[in-house]
């Protein structure tokens, strides 16, 4: 078990806590997403796969037809709040949290329509080879980190809440396909892979 300790003597005090790089797979369900520019697979209207389906029905022998919508867009989150501390009184109180860190992936896969994706192992991928066929850079590559506990103490001065987080960054990589076989569709909807770039504990301290 790793033990840290911080004392928090200015307000507004942003504190980035470097040693927890994790990824997590659970991106549609983090408590913030914001993607720079673009649109997520979720908020893809019907009026969207109307236009974005026009680019993938030239029919082929054999493969997949793709329009992409988004590729590497950055995205920032906050995959969920850790605790909020505040402090009403009128003396600094000492504040001890025990984090354990869990096993996770630094990719995710979203898939809409008749779109499946598949999990061998511990690597996760979209049938019938649709992720080579849209030719990724390596970054999207599947690794996953081990659980290890970590301690934080610190110290709450009166008037204030401290607040410890989850942020992170990622890319967005995302839009339609369809899989022909002997001419005939098969397979078409919307695909989309979020990759994790960065992510850490962010504790910030703000007056009450």
């Given amino acids: 078990m790793k033990i840290f300790s911080f004392c928090l003597l200015a307000l507004g005090l942003s504190l980035i806590i470097p040693f927890l790089t994790e990824a997590s797979s659970a991106y549609k369900s983090y408590e913030s997403l914001t993607i720079e520019d673009g649109k997520l697979l979720s908020d893809f209207s019907s009026e969207d796969y109307k236009v974005y389906y026009e680019k993938v029905n030239k029919r082929k022998f054999i493969g997949w037809q793709i329009h992409e919508v988004n590729r590497d867009t950055k995205v920032y989150y906050i995959t969920e709040t850790l605790f909020s ?121 703000v007056k009450i």
Wanted: glycine share 10%; hydrophobic share 25%; aromatic share 16%.
């Fill in 85 to 205: 501390y505040h402090n009403d009184g009128y003396t600094a109180i000492d504040y001890t949290y025990k984090y354990t860190k869990k096993e996770t992936k630094k990719i995710a896969l979203s898939a809409t329509g008749s779109i499946g994706y598949k999990t061998t192992g511990d690597k996760q991928g979209f049938k019938n080879n649709l992720d080579g066929s849209l030719k990724l850079s390596s970054d999207y590559t599947n690794t996953k980190e081990e659980s290890e506990t970590y301690e934080i103490k610190l110290k709450v001065d009166p008037g204030t809440r401290v607040d410890l987080y989850i942020y992170g960054e990622g890319k967005i990589t995302n839009g339609v396909a369809a899989f022909y076989w002997g001419f005939f569709r098969t397979m078409r909807g919307g695909y989309e892979i979020f990759l994790v770039t960065t992510q850490y504990q962010r504790l910030e301290k």
